[in-house]
């Protein structure tokens, strides 16, 4: 048994594990490539079965990765992966479809996400991912990257509410989606996804994050990846493409933070007095 909550609700009802595993920088060296899949496979094992990916990551290698690590387990996961703006038309998002399935090895894409807005046709990529989800090639479809506003210019269009989720940069350090994106997709059922979950390995050295860490002889980035799952409605998906770092990861399910640690958190990591533009790395 976890103490955190294990799975988050998507829109149609369907329940997908909160905790995943990123491949952003993976499968792009020979040099680190078994241990990469490794990591992986440990990952699928402990329970992290939602695989982040996209077509931009490595120019297909991460999609190429997963498919040599994990095909043979393919009704064990849940894989997830992106299509570039530059690709976003309805023609566009098909074809990129049809590609990152044959990189993955798969017949279907759990969850297919515009990688982020830049001069893409929404509409024709709403209705290339209704198609693709018609045909079966996807299961679900969604955004990443997109700020309050932009939800709503997308709930303004046909078919625009069916989004399943937006992947987003969310973690201890970077709070400003709490003011009020967070709350927007809970108020639709809508789960967030929080993409660089320990902040791309770049939180502060020393912070209250170790003195709580110190204190359950754990490691700081279990305890920031722990808050991350402790937010209702939030999946993470953190990036590990060492053994130890997968463990660890994979514990910090087991981590509820109390009210007093939470508080102690928000002294440092202060939540949201204001809007802040959605970040992006
Ligand atoms: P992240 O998961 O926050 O951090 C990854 C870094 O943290 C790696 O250097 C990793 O090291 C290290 N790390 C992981 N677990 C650790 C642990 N327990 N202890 C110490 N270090 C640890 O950052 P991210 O890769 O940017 O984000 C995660 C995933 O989100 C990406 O891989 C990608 O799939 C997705 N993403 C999406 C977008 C988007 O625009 N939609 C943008 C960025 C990322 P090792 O690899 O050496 O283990």
Known sequence: MT????????PTGEQAPALGQGTWEMGERAKTRNAEIAALKTGVDLGMTVIDTAEMYGEGESEKLIAEALKDRREEIFIVSKVYPHNGSEAGVKAACERSLKRLQTDRIDLYLLHWRGGEDLEGVIGGFETLKAQGKIRHWGVSNFDTEDMVELFSLENGNRCATNQILYNVARRGPEFDLLPWLRERNMPAMAYSPVDHARLPKQSVLNDIAQARGLSAMQIALAWVLQQPQVMAIPKASTLAHVIENAAARDVKLSTEELNLID????????KRPLEML
Request: aromatic fraction near 6%; hydrophobic fraction near 25%; proline fraction near 12%.
């Open 267 to 274: 002294t440092q990591f202060k939540p949201p007095k204001s």
């Open 3 to 10: 103490a955190q909550q294990t799975t988050v609700r998507l």
